[in-house]
């Protein structure tokens, strides 16, 4: 399941269950920033589409919030990992967390909250 922004920036869902999503990308050149590392909207892109994924699994759901922290840069070539799991799953809200991951080198954090627009 990949929507046609996932498809533009070649995001590939590699796992989805109703407890996890793992999406990965490779950086190529298009992904770049003027330092020459992959831009802050790619990663952001990357773990919004795994919270997204992974959040409408049980209920159709929109996001209330999200917030992102950068650790390091990824550089061209490098392959980013992202993987969503549930933090929290209330009646009509639910909490996410990605983590961001080249390999075994964390490279970013996401939370996220969502509101499901049908009490589960």
Do not use: C, W
């Not at 950086?27 to 802050?40: S, Y």
């Amino acid at each position: 399941m990949r929507d046609p922004f996932m498809r533009a920036l070649g995001i590939e869902v590699e796992a989805l269950s109703p407890e996890e999503a793992r999406l990965a990308v490779v950086v190529g050149a298009d992904h770049l920033n003027l330092h020459g590392t992959a831009h802050g909207g790619l990663l952001y892109a990357l773990a919004d589409a795994a919270f997204a994924l992974l959040s409408n699994q049980t209920a159709k759901a929109v996001a209330l919030s999200t917030r992102i922290d950068y650790f390091r840069p990824v550089r061209p070539g490098e392959r980013v990992e992202a993987r969503a799991e549930v933090v929290h799953r209330g009646r009509r809200t639910a909490s996410y967390r990605v983590r961001l991951a080249v390999g075994d080198r964390p490279v970013g954090q996401f939370v996220g909250t969502v509101f499901h627009l049908e009490a589960s």
